[in-house]
Structures are given as C-alpha cells and as structure tokens.
C-alpha cells in the first residue's frame, strides 16, 4: 500500500472553484474536478496550522460563505468518495481502510477517480450487480478475494477497482491552477434598496475575498457593473488607497461608494469583479514600532473619504511644471522623497530633504493657499507689484498666458493675474 | 472662548494649541502664521508632524489647496510626506470630511478652510470630536462662526 497522507474530500455546489482558491490558504496541494469536487493534501501543512483540528476550524470558517455538500477526511484520495456516507465524515488516521473494508458492496463503484466515464461507471455497476449476486455483502468480503479469483471471476474491472481498494494505486492529485478571474454577480431584481444591495452583495465580497486570501493578493480595485431594466449598462469602480483583502473592510467601503450612485430604472444585476490586485506581504512590525500601524489606519481613513466623497486625496508630490495647479499631484501611499515623477529619473535624480527638484524654479514668490479654479474680480485696488509671467509652450493643451501681481490691501495679501483679453482672476492668498 | 492676536501673543497661542484638541479660528489669512504654530515642538503637546515620532498633517478645502511648492520653497519644517491634502466637491462635505479625520484621531493638526460657515450642529459635532480625540482644528477660512463651540479666535493685528 502507498503512503498515507491527509486528504479532504469536499463537494461544492455553486463554486467549487471560488471554494478551490479560498482553499489554497489551506495547502497548495490541491486537485479540482469539473464536477464540483476537490481534494486537498493537507498531510504537509496541517503542522503549521494547527493540526487536523486547525485545518477543519479554517475550513469552515472558510466554507460559510459556499455551498458545501459533503465533507471526508481520510487517508488517501481514491478512498475519499466512497467514505462519504454522510455529509460530514471524519476518519481517523489510520482507520480509513477498516472503515471502507466495513462499507457496503454498493461503494465500490466509487473507488479510485473523481471522473469516471459513462461507459466504464455502467460497466462497475454491472460488476457489482454480479458481486451482489454470488453473495458479496460487503467490500471487505470483495478485497479478501486472492487476485486471480478476482481476475478470472471479475475480469480487467475487478483487477482495478481491487487495487484501489488495498491502496496499491496511486491517485495523482494534478495541481489546481488559477485562470479563473476574481468576479462574481448578484442577481439585484428583488432588490429595492441600498442597503438590501449591500446585504446580497455581502455574500460575493467574503467568498471574493476568501479566493483573494488563497491567492495571496489584496484587491486594489473594486470594479461594478450594472444592468439595468430599461437595457442600460454601466460601470464604476473604487480605487483603494489601501489594498486589502479584508471582506469588513470592503463592505463598508462599498456601502458608502453605492450611496453615491443613482440610476434612472430598476436593477437587474450587478457583477462584482476584482480588475486589480497586489501581493499581500505581510509587513516586519516590531513591537514598540506605531508607524507601520498607523500608516495603515490613515490609508483605510482615506479609503472610506474616497468612497465616501469622491475626493481627489493623497500627500502632495511636486512635478516638473511651472503652471501652479500642475506643478503637483497627489499620491498615496507617500512616495520616496528621491523618486521621480512620470519616470524622468534624469531629471530629478537630485532631490533635497523635502521632495523637491534641486534643480526646480524655487517659487518663493507664491502664495501658501491657491484657489482650485481662479476667480474672476474686477480690477483690483492696492498697491499692485508685478510678480511673475507664465506662458505654456504651443503644443500643450489649453495654452496659459498669465502675468501674475501681488496686490495689498489694508486686510490682505492677494496673488492675482491678468490675461492677454484683460480679465482680472484672483489665484491665492499670501 | 479666548480671543488673541497673532501678531503679538505668538507664544500664548502656542500654549493654547499645545493643550488637548479644540476649534482654533484663524482670523484674517493668517495661514503662515498658523504654519508656525503647528510646526513648532511644544513640550507635552501633540506630535508635531515635523518630528520623527510621525505625526501627519491634513488639509482639508473645497475651494482650494495648500500650495506644496510655497512650503518647499519657503523651507516650511513640513515634509511632504506627512501632509495629507484632501478637497471635498463642496463646503457641506468638507464639513462632514472634518468631522470624520476629528473623529478619527488620526491627525495632530487639522487645517481647514471650508468655503461657507456651517450650522450650529455641525460645529458643535466638530468641537466634541476634536476635543475628544486631542485633534486640533485650525479653522483658517474667513466665515463666521458661532463663538460657542471655538477655543480660542486669532486675530490678526
């Protein structure tokens, strides 16, 4: 007999493949088959799991959110189908062969693959109609048969399924491969709120999130399609700060990004698919280190104000531009203070301790406040000193021509400038 | 409410700040001037953002945004990297956005200048939220403001 291991048997209804990627946290031994079946060797990781014990909590911590039919333990996969008398069975180490040799004659069929073919499935039903006939009650009555009584009695068929059951054949356990993409859909018709949405589509996020974890990857972006009744189709998606695979954390997320949308006709559907991800790696935190934990509360505060108000958010990391609105964009995470924008690495590789272009245009004479769209004003009153002109270069887009003025009043100190055609525009504030 | 000018009282408005969180109302464009508050260590005060405990810094407008290139260029003890810019679509959900970071406790100091004033509640959840959670709010917009929930007004000369 060959070696025995570890193997769970597990019958999924409505996903066997989400289920098959949740289950790659378990061990990476895993074999799926079209039928919705899938066996998992967890003889080399159940060490660092727990034990048996810590894989089966994992499991059905792992299995709430799926449709599982039938779940084995035993020793070797080809014995893992005929065991499962019951939804649940747990064997022994050990024990598997005694608790199949007890099993019915009708089990047999069973043995060995998890696919059998139509012809030679009739043709094991066939054999055990005769086993039955010549007074075989049971598969141990079967495997204490000597192989040439099998072999003359039972023919090629006999031969098989006898060395499947004494374990003299080996199952190979193909390894699972990923092709699948992080997607799923909710069927939205009943559903009459936002918050009725956030409840179905809670059930997706866990079992996207379980695949995401057996995976080892974070989502990055949340992308939604929506179909509508009148025939309509459109899409959304929510960009983290923050990747993560934490279902608690996207469901709050995603309740605050819905809140947002409107549609104009009733919903049909709504995929929920994962376009985006990144390798979890689990930071090095030392004990008394705080920065790490709070770099991490911050992005998922950002997080919840980008769902929330669709704002432009992020630290500021200065660009090569002179115009005032261009000459920065917002990041997030931070990015290294010597890194360098749109990959120009010749220009900025020089960069002092605060980010900036040792080489850029110092603008000591701009305002700490700049207004986001200018405001037009009558020509303005005070003491006027001219500050500086800006001009784009003809093959940019939206050509700017400014001279800018300092104007001071008895209350403030403005930062305004005037266009070729004489419109005055208030830009910031010293 | 305290009532203190900024051009004569600096070190009384660093004490001020330095105790547990409030509404600070900055009369007048005095943003350099609160810059230098917050950016200076106080002693048992909140972790400035210039040290390296790492405090961050958050902007918070609707109508417009702390100039990066002004800080770097007037050498404003201010890394980039810890302030954190966020511009609401309009003044009710740059309210509402304050009042999330307060409640948060994420940040030392908050610099907000909202394009309107709010409604009394509204302030007075912001002055709860900030003053549980020790966050500074520097409110450096010129609205008016019911005096009741602020700590303390900074007027300019």
Same mark, same amino acid.
């Given at each position: 007999?060959?070696?025995?291991?570890?193997?769970?048997?597990?019958?999924?209804?409505?996903?066997?493949?989400?289920?098959?990627? +949740?289950?790659?946290?378990?061990?990476?031994?895993?074999?799926?088959?079209?039928?919705?079946?899938?066996?998992?060797?967890?003889?080399?990781?159940?060490?660092?799991?727990?034990?048996?014990?810590?894989?089966?909590?994992?499991?059905?911590?792992?299995?709430?959110?799926?449709?599982?039919?039938?779940? &084995?333990?035993?020793?070797?996969?080809?014995?893992?189908?005929?065991?499962?008398?019951?939804?649940? &069975?747990?064997?022994?180490?050990?024990?598997?062969?005694?608790?199949?040799?007890?099993?019915?004659?009708?089990?047999?069929?069973?043995?060995?693959?998890?696919?059998?073919?139509?012809?030679?499935?009739?043709?094991?039903?066939?054999?055990?109609?005769?086993?039955?006939?010549?007074?075989?009650?049971?598969? !141990?009555?079967? +495997?204490?048969?000597?192989?040439?009584?099998?072999?003359?009695?039972?023919?090629?068929?006999?031969?098989?399924?006898?060395?499947?059951?004494?374990?003299?054949?080996?199952?190979?356990?193909?390894?699972?491969?990923?092709?699948?993409?992080?997607?799923?859909?909710?069927?939205?018709?009943?559903?009459?709120?936002?918050?009725?949405?956030?409840?179905?589509?809670?059930?997706?996020?866990?079992?996207?999130?379980?695949?995401?974890?057996?995976?080892?990857? !974070? +989502?990055?972006?949340?992308?939604?399609?929506?179909?509508?009744?009148?025939?309509?189709?459109?899409?959304?998606?929510?960009?983290?700060?923050?990747?993560?695979?934490?279902?608690?954390?996207?469901?709050?997320?995603?309740?605050?990004f819905l809140r947002r949308l409107t549609w104009d006709a009733p919903l049909i559907s709504v995929a929920l698919s994962i376009p985006e991800t990144a390798h979890a790696?689990?930071?090095?935190?030392?004990?008394?280190?705080?920065?790490?934990?709070?770099?991490?509360?911050?992005?998922?505060?950002?997080?919840?104000?980008?769902?929330?108000? +669709?704002?432009?958010?992020?630290?500021?990391?200065?660009?090569?531009?002179? &115009?005032?609105?261009?000459?920065?964009?917002? $990041?997030?995470?931070?990015?290294?203070?010597?890194?360098?924008?749109?990959?120009?690495?010749?220009?900025?590789?020089?960069?002092?301790?605060?980010?900036?272009?040792?080489? $850029?245009?110092?603008?000591?004479?701009?305002?700490?406040?700049?207004?986001?769209?200018?405001?037009?004003?009558?020509?303005?009153?005070?003491?006027?000193?001219?500050?500086?002109?800006?001009?784009?270069?003809?093959?940019?887009?939206?050509?700017?021509?400014?001279?800018?003025?300092?104007?001071?009043?008895?209350?403030?100190?403005?930062?305004?400038?005037?266009?070729?055609?004489?419109?005055?525009?208030?830009?910031?504030?010293? | 409410?305290? =009532?203190?000018?900024?051009?004569?009282?600096?070190?009384?408005?660093?004490?001020?700040?330095?105790?547990?969180?409030?509404?600070?109302?900055?009369? %007048?464009?005095?943003?350099?001037?609160?810059?230098?508050?917050?950016? =200076?260590?106080?002693?048992?005060?909140?972790?400035?953002?210039?040290?390296?405990?790492?405090?961050?810094?958050?902007w918070i407008s609707d109508e417009g945004f702390l100039n990066p290139a002004a800080l770097v260029a007037r050498r404003v003890e201010l890394p980039l990297s810890r302030?954190?810019?966020? =511009?609401?679509?309009?003044?009710?959900?740059?309210?509402?956005?304050?009042?999330?970071?307060?409640?948060? %406790?994420?940040?030392?100091?908050?610099?907000?200048?909202?394009?309107?004033?709010?409604?009394?509640?509204?302030?007075?959840?912001?002055?709860?939220?900030?003053?549980?959670?020790?966050?500074?709010?520097?409110?450096?917009?010129?609205?008016?403001?019911?005096?009741?929930?602020?700590?303390?007004?900074?007027?300019?000369?």
């Amino acid at each position: 007999m060959g070696a025995l291991k570890r193997i769970l048997y597990i019958q999924e209804g409505s996903q066997p493949l989400g289920l098959a990627e +949740a289950c790659l946290s378990l061990t990476p031994k895993i074999s799926y088959s079209p039928t919705g079946e899938l066996l998992l060797d967890v003889e080399g990781t159940q060490k660092l799991l727990g034990g048996e014990k810590g894989v089966l909590s994992r499991l059905e911590n792992i299995a709430e959110h799926f449709q599982i039919e039938k779940t &084995v333990v035993t020793d070797r996969p080809e014995w893992a189908k005929p065991l499962g008398i019951e939804p649940y &069975v747990v064997v022994p180490p050990g024990q598997s062969q005694t608790r199949l040799f007890s099993l019915k004659i009708e089990r047999i069929p069973l043995l060995g693959e998890l696919v059998i073919e139509e012809d030679e499935w009739k043709e094991r039903h066939r054999l055990v109609a005769f086993m039955r006939r010549v007074g075989l009650g049971h598969i !141990h009555d079967f +495997a204490k048969l000597p192989p040439l009584a099998i072999n003359r009695r039972f023919g090629k068929m006999g031969i098989l399924l006898h060395q499947w059951s004494w374990g003299r054949r080996e199952l190979p356990i193909p390894i699972f491969s990923l092709e699948e993409p992080l997607t799923d859909t909710l069927d939205a018709s009943d559903t009459i709120s936002i918050d009725a949405l956030i409840l179905g589509l809670t059930p997706i996020l866990y079992r996207l999130c379980s695949r995401l974890e057996g995976r080892r990857l !974070h +989502a990055v972006k949340l992308t939604l399609d929506f179909r509508l009744d009148n025939g309509q189709r459109f899409s959304e998606t929510l960009k983290l700060s923050d990747p993560t695979h934490d279902p608690q954390v996207l469901i709050r997320l995603l309740d605050e990004f819905l809140r947002r949308l409107t549609w104009d006709a009733p919903l049909i559907s709504v995929a929920l698919s994962i376009p985006e991800t990144a390798h979890a790696v689990a930071a090095q935190l030392s004990l008394f280190d705080t920065l790490e934990n709070k770099a991490h509360d911050i992005g998922r505060f950002l997080n919840r104000m980008k769902a929330k108000f +669709a704002a432009p958010l992020g630290t500021p990391v200065l660009t090569e531009s002179y &115009v005032p609105e261009k000459g920065w964009r917002l $990041a997030w995470p931070p990015e290294n203070s010597h890194g360098s924008p749109n990959g120009n690495s010749h220009i900025n590789s020089h960069r002092n301790s605060y980010g900036a272009p040792e080489n $850029a245009a110092p603008f000591a004479d701009r305002p700490y406040f700049i207004f986001s769209a200018p405001r037009p004003i009558p020509p303005p009153q005070g003491r006027i000193t001219p500050c500086e002109k800006i001009e784009t270069q003809w093959w940019d887009v939206g050509l700017i021509q400014r001279a800018y003025y300092i104007v001071e009043t008895s209350r403030e100190k403005r930062w305004v400038y005037i266009t070729p055609q004489g419109q005055w525009f208030w830009h910031g504030i010293f | 409410m305290k =009532t203190l000018k900024w051009s004569t009282q600096s070190d009384l408005c660093q004490s001020v700040l330095s105790k547990s969180g409030g509404l600070f109302h900055f009369q %007048g464009e005095a943003i350099p001037f609160a810059l230098s508050l917050v950016t =200076t260590p106080q002693r048992g005060a909140s972790p400035s953002p210039s040290s390296t405990s790492g405090g961050h810094f958050l902007w918070i407008s609707d109508e417009g945004f702390l100039n990066p290139a002004a800080l770097v260029a007037r050498r404003v003890e201010l890394p980039l990297s810890r302030l954190i810019i966020i =511009t609401p679509p309009n003044a009710k959900e740059s309210w509402s956005c304050a009042i999330e970071a307060a409640q948060s %406790g994420l940040f030392s100091y908050i610099l907000f200048r909202p394009s309107q004033t709010c409604q009394g509640s509204t302030g007075r959840i912001l002055q709860l939220a900030s003053e549980k959670s020790a966050t500074c709010v520097l409110i450096l917009a010129p609205v008016v403001l019911p005096h009741w929930v602020l700590k303390a007004s900074i007027e300019g000369a």
